[in-house]
């Protein structure tokens, strides 16, 4: 417990500690940055290109527009932040269903894993402008009984597509990760692929599969918002980024919000992750707490 | 959604759903649409219209051509460029009649022209908004992949501002806006309009059709119910902007209950610079102008982005546009006695917000 | 040797040829337009035509990738060197590094365009370093950490320096874990690159090209674009293979 | 089950292929026979090929040529019917299973009911020691414990052949002599034949009524010699001559030729091929 | 140095703080000389605090209470003067470095000059017989040839003091048993003094002029068995009566009580203590 406040505590000291330097370097920096031989090296001093941080805490208090009945930026974000880690959990469920299975199919098949794995890699440098409309397009179809594709369920679809890379390779590590002596002890004891893979393959994936979720979410959340940006689906993180970064020049302090949004949901991602890990903590004995 | 279910319109509250697809956000560009729906315009035609927002990489008219939405707003040119690539829509009311893009620069940079970009650092958005801008350079007698330096512009104007690029891409209701709300470090007040200088594509001769209603060409080939929903959907649309030309303080703050983030000043400037666009509309508003319309094909003809293409290669077919249905609207709103001219139309002076708030 | 390649290469190959087949049949069986889903012959035929445009935003982008990568790694391994010496650097980084991992890029690029400026490649390359810094520090300080303990007391009893220790041991250990950081770090590199380009800069490369290609419903061209994406990433990824296998002293 | 013949291996000859090359011979020719009931020792240099003709027996692996059965049945066949028991060098626990999980593991695998199971299990860690310990994980064990929950698995399913590699390799001397002592009551209880593989000579000649002496490249069977210290072996059997005589024999087997001090170990040292 | 004693332990005490409660104490008032060129070797049950004592030794670890001296000077100087050559249970060879960079390590951190380095690194695979493998890397080895690697980089700076944790633990026998004749004649050839940590009886008795048995919880030296077998160890050494009688007496200090069958043992265990 007190590690966890000492963590915490540190955490906290990082934040500021990064807060200082800005105003730091805002404070004795030049206005127009510093060059080096031509390559621009730091960053702007203005008020437009570098807010103060006290600008941005104070424009997260202050309404999101003149319009009466205007909630203050910050419920806005931490709204539309919600949203979005909605729409992430889903991306990163079907990520992840998608992602064992495949690492399923190739620890089963040999020819499966050197044929698909490269792809896997290759489908990750696809950039997803390329994906967004062929993606909302084909969900529109979908239709079936009362049951209707929303557009959110694309942002979903693109999380995921972000999310299954982490999962598959680190569940496949996982499920490759028995020792040699206790796979041909089930050989040994004449057990099926199934049972194998239940009574071995999985518990023993689990080292493997923690850390793979982490990044999994953090991708899934990283997806859903560039994916909200992509499609303009409304009420999420990505879609307020936007929003703001129009008024970037007149109002600067205001895109700092949903950056710091975004980066609490990443950080409430992985500590749900973390929490499902030490549910799990029998099948992590042989981890060192490093 | 497509509108499958043969339903009469009107009636007894039978409503026929139709789905717009927007090209942006919820913003004034799209007064009419959400005054419309704000006023039960759509209702009294017997449509229940659901609008849809679009983002970054959503194109309206392949939404449309898809049969995901049953009308779209697009940019003439973008449109034209989807039909080429086998996108079945047509054109059937020309909503905003000039265009709405300047490129904007400090007072003191000394470009009121095409031809002074010369040498200088250019911003555009791309994402297909950038032909205007190349044609007009071409039409200076410059070439725009060796005599200017494009530079991609995000969303706000803070290139401008930070003198990174001379002169900036902007909508007059939208971006033009954005630097008005800035306040001068130099006099600690808002940019007056006085320290810019803007090269208006209308005046420069290559300008090109902008926000125009699409329908799909395949359904109002065949379905006769859509035809028909087609004309109402096209009188609702026109009296919500005519509303929107008589109320625009209403109509902005309509736009910011729809959840614009930006605030009401900047809505209501957007709404009035809208107006400008749209009206007065000599021919009605919405009628396809068969010179702007050929302007517009010319130029995606013929102006040269910086690899080289052009928006479209061949000449659209026939069935790119069509006047018919919004004759049709504008004959019987005439009937009701509704201004579709519009002038005397005179826009209001609006004053803008620090951040447009 | 050769058929141990052709091991590794036939069944990716194969697969994607399988793939590639059967995407031109979907399109024309399926009578999918191209502004929906180009065929991949309509593709190589806007390939060719684009040749020369693509190839120069190939070296755009792949330079901005390349020197966000570097320093990024640069960045990443010095840090990760300190925090392996101490641990208050550490501590205070995990949490840093845990937030810089879940930083959206579409969230960053406008911010620092402004701060940088539009015209600076500077944001760009800020924004590859930013994503490439993560995973090279994690596995780096991992690696650094993994020093056998009967090392350690070897270095001991040899009464080595740090300095000693760490030339002889600790860094030589860590390489391979380093490596395993750059090959992750390699393609998210050049994607990174390319969604920093949507945001602002010059349009000068792959990001652009696809952008404004996929704006004007010119998808063949977009996937033309996207094609050299992913040679791209297939160029930064190979290289660094080749590196390690170069580096690290034998040939599997 | 009551064939006289627990294993039987036949002119068996693996090859295992190699990159470049005609491929490893492991094992070239081999025979041997292991009675029910019988405690056979596998010894040899590292690499002659014990693991592997242990795994041949076990049905881990397939010989080039040759046959290999268990009580009359093919290996395969033995191994489907689980008519063997196995125990690995390293103890190869499952480490997010109870001690009792893991010994449980195999009757568990194979449907055996809860009930029964149970009580099996709980007999199976009083014949160990290990009761005190059933909840208790495997890296909260000393290395030596874990071999015992390791036996006892092995011993689950009350085999009539333990196959058995180097399994008390990793123990020090004196929790070895005590595994081994152990093991002879166990064998004596259950009277199950057992193969095994070591490396070390007194653990061969305490355990084993013969000990098989191999020679590497290709493995073959040097020798086997015969020990057989009867039925009743102690901790005080290891200070006893016919111990160390049983030693020397081995050791001689093993170097090959007589050592120059000893000319009696012509008459010692029994090829009993 | 012509120190006459290599090693002085003086009543030393080594506790290990533990999370909660007092401790473990590893070592408990623990007082052992070392002769110059003598062979002592370690014996005890697992956890008995042999390998603490021998880092105590090598100034790995400090005595919470007592004194250690090596040639004369606290631990911590003769580690800083380097008067030990140090090898570990498992070789702990650097997998990045050659044969040869691997031997040449403490030179080259020592700044011995080049040309010298190379001269003593030849000098020393020829002494471990590794000539040939200069070039190979450790995972090119096998496990002997690993430890052979290791003794001679423990050997290189020529020690006057040699500490040895379990050098041959992971080999088989054989090999493990040519190890040891030939670090008897490394021994030899370098007049080194050497304390040798090792599990296995034979072992302890084959090397040493005297064995150390020490007892577990918390660590005492229950005995010291002078076993003194003579200058020439040769192979024919392990079946000789003498040998198979040092080997006894070990095995019945280690065991703390004579056993029944033997009488005379009071007579053979000597308690030097
Ligand atoms: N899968 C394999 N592929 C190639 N060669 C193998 C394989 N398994 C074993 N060998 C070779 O077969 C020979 C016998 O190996 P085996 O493991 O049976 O030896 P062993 O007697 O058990 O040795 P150790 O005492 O070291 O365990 C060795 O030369 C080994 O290199
Ligand atoms: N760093 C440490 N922290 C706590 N306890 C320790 C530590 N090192 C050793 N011990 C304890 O000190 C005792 C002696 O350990 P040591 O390693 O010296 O035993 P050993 O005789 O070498 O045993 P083995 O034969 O298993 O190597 C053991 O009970 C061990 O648990
Ligand atoms: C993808 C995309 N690119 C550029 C802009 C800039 N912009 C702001 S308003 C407006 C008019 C059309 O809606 C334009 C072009 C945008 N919004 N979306
Ligand atoms: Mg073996
Ligand atoms: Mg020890």
């Not at chain 1, 009466?68 to 909605?86: D, F, H, K, M, Y």
């Not at chain 3, 937030?99 to 600076?120: C, D, Q, R």
Request: glycine residues 8%; charged residues 15%; negative net charge.
């Amino acid at each position: 417990m007190t590690g966890l406040a000492r963590r915490i505590g540190l955490g906290a000291l990082a934040i500021v500690l990064l807060g200082v330097i800005w105003e730091l370097y805002k404070a004795v920096g030049p206005a127009e940055g510093v060059d080096v031989a031509g390559l621009q090296l730091l960053p702007r001093t203005t008020d437009l290109a570098m807010p103060h941080i006290w600008d941005m805490i104070a424009r997260a208090l202050e309404p999101v527009n003149s319009s009466e009945g205007s909630p203050p930026v910050w419920t806005s974000v931490l709204l539309a932040g919600l949203s979005s880690l909605g729409t992430a959990s889903v991306g990163l469920l079907i990520g992840s269903i998608v992602g064992f299975g495949l690492a399923l199919l190739m620890q089963r098949f040999r020819v499966a894993e050197s044929a698909v794995l490269p792809w896997l890699v290759l489908s990750q440098t696809v950039p997803l402008i390329a994906l967004a409309p062929l993606i909302v397009s084909w969900g529109g179809r979908v239709q079936i009984g009362t049951f209707e594709w929303e557009r959110w369920m694309s942002v979903a679809v693109i999380a995921a597509y972000l999310a299954f890379f982490p999962v598959a390779v680190g569940a496949l590590r996982g499920l490759q990760s028995p020792d040699e002596i206790n796979v041909e002890l089930f050989h040994a004891y004449a057990t099926g692929w199934w049972a194998t893979l239940i009574h071995l393959r999985l518990p023993a994936s689990v080292p493997y599969l923690l850390p793979a979720l982490r990044l999994g979410a953090a991708s899934a959340i990283i997806g859903t918002v560039v994916a909200e940006v992509s499609t303009g689906a409304k009420g999420g993180i990505g879609r307020l980024i936007i929003e703001y970064a129009q008024s970037g020049s007149s109002d600067p302090a205001k895109a700092y919000s949903p950056i710091a949004v975004a980066v609490i949901m990443g950080l409430a991602a992985a500590a749900i992750v973390a929490l499902a890990g030490a549910t799990l903590k029998r099948y992590r004995r042989n981890e060192v707490t490093a | 959604t497509t509108d499958e279910t043969p339903e009469a319109g009107g009636g007894d509250g039978g409503l026929t759903p139709v789905t717009l697809q927007l090209q942006w956000f919820a913003q004034a560009q799209f007064s009419g649409y959400y005054a419309a729906l704000d006023q039960g315009y759509f209702e009294d035609e017997g449509l229940d219209v659901e609008i849809v927002e679009g983002g970054v990489d959503i194109v309206p008219q392949t939404v449309l051509a898809d049969q995901q939405a049953d009308f779209a707003i697009a940019w003439v040119p973008k449109a034209l460029a989807s039909i080429e690539q086998g996108a079945g829509i047509t054109d059937i009311g020309q909503i905003f009649q000039r265009s709405g893009t300047l490129q904007v620069s400090f007072a003191d940079a000394g470009i009121d022209t095409a031809a002074d970009l010369e040498g200088k650092n250019v911003g555009n958005w791309g994402f297909g908004n950038e032909f205007e801008l190349f044609a007009g350079i071409t039409e200076a007698g410059l070439d725009p992949t060796t005599d200017v330096t494009l530079v991609q512009q995000q969303f706000d104007m803070a290139a401008l501002l930070a003198g990174d690029i001379d002169a900036a891409q902007a909508m007059t209701y939208n971006e033009y806006a954005q630097v008005l709300e800035t306040i001068n470090p130099d006099t600690g007040e808002l940019y007056q309009p006085e320290d810019f200088t803007v090269i208006d594509w209308n005046d420069e001769g290559t300008a090109m059709l902008q926000d125009a209603i699409w329908a799909n060409a395949e359904r109002l080939e065949s379905d006769e119910e859509y035809q028909e929903t087609a004309v109402a959907f096209l009188k609702a649309v026109i009296k919500g902007f005519v509303y929107a030309r008589d109320f625009p303080e209403e109509t902005a703050e309509i736009v910011v209950g729809a959840g614009s983030q930006l605030g009401s000043s900047h809505q209501l400037w957007q709404t009035n610079e809208v107006n400008k666009l749209v009206w007065p509309s000599p021919d009605g508003i919405g009628v396809i102008n068969e010179d702007a319309w050929e302007q517009t094909v010319s130029v995606a003809k013929t102006a040269k982005n910086l690899e080289g293409s052009t928006v479209i290669t061949t000449d659209p077919p026939e069935n790119a546009y069509t006047n018919e249905y919004i004759e049709l609207a504008l004959a019987e709103l005439t009937e009701e006695g509704i201004d579709v001219t519009g002038e005397s139309f005179e826009p209001i002076e609006v004053t803008l917000n620090e951040g447009g708030k | 040797m050769r058929s141990a390649t052709l091991r590794f290469v036939l069944p990716p190959v194969a697969l994607g040829l399988v793939a590639l087949v059967a995407w031109e049949l979907l399109v024309i069986l399926g009578d999918i337009q191209p502004y929906l889903l180009p065929a991949p012959t309509a593709i190589l035929t806007q390939l060719g035509l684009v040749l020369p445009v693509l190839w120069t935003s190939f070296l755009a982008t792949g330079a901005n990738a390349l020197i966000g990568l570097i320093a990024g790694a640069l960045l990443a391994i010095s840090m990760a060197l300190l925090a392996s010496r101490l641990s208050f650097i550490d501590e205070l980084l995990t949490p840093v590094v845990a937030a810089i991992a879940v930083v959206p890029i579409v969230a960053l690029a406008p911010v620092l365009t402004t701060m940088y400026g539009a015209t600076s490649e500077t944001p760009r390359r800020v924004i590859v370093a930013i994503v490439v810094f993560v995973p090279v520090f994690i596995n780096t300080l991992r690696g650094l950490r993994q020093v056998l303990p009967v090392h350690r007391d070897l270095m001991r009893a040899y009464a080595a320096s740090n300095w000693q220790i760490s030339r002889t041991v600790t860094i030589p250990g860590a390489l391979p874990y380093v490596f395993t950081g750059l090959n992750i770090a390699s393609s998210l590199a050049v994607i990174s690159a390319i969604v920093a380009e949507y945001f602002g800069g010059l349009q000068n490369g792959l990001g652009s090209r696809i952008t404004s290609a996929a704006a004007n419903s010119a998808y063949p061209r977009a996937w033309a674009y996207v094609f050299g994406a992913i040679i791209l990433g297939v160029v930064f990824y190979a290289a660094t293979l080749a590196i390690e296998k170069a580096v690290s002293r034998r040939a599997a | 089950m009551s064939h006289a013949i627990a294993v039987q291996v036949s002119d068996v000859t693996k090859t295992f292929p190699v990159k470049k090359g005609d491929g490893v011979t492991a094992l070239d020719e081999v025979s041997l026979t292991v009675k029910a009931g019988e405690f056979v020792s596998l010894i040899g240099p590292s690499g002659c090929g014990k693991s592997t003709l242990l795994r041949l027996i076990a049905d881990l692996d397939q010989p080039t040529s040759g046959a290999v059965t268990v009580f009359g049945k093919p290996a395969h066949q033995a191994r489907l019917d689980q008519d063997y028991g196995i125990a690995f060098q390293s103890a190869g626990l499952l480490p997010w299973r109870t001690v009792e999980a893991n010994i449980e593991l195999p009757l568990q695998l194979h449907r055996v009911p809860a009930a029964t199971r149970r009580a099996r299990v709980a007999e199976l860690m009083a014949l160990v020691g290990l009761s005190d310990f059933a909840a208790n994980f495997p890296d909260q064990l000393s290395g030596g414990m874990q071999q015992r929950v390791a036996i006892a698995r092995s011993l689950a399913e009350s085999p009539e052949l333990l196959l058995m590699d180097e399994p008390f390799g990793a123990l020090d001397e004196m929790t070895r002599e005590r595994m081994q002592t152990e093991l002879v009551r166990i064998c004596a209880e259950t009277g199950a034949a057992v193969v095994f593989v070591t490396h070390s000579i007194p653990e061969a000649v305490f355990l084993s009524d013969r000990v098989v002496v191999m020679s590497p490249r290709p493995g073959r069977i040097r020798e086997i010699v015969d020990v057989a210290l009867g039925e009743k072996r102690g901790e005080t059997l290891r200070e006893e001559d016919s111990f160390f005589e049983g030693v020397t024999r081995v050791r001689e087997a093993l170097h090959g030729a007589p050592t120059e001090t000893r000319p009696d170990n012509a008459v010692r040292g029994v090829d009993l091929r």
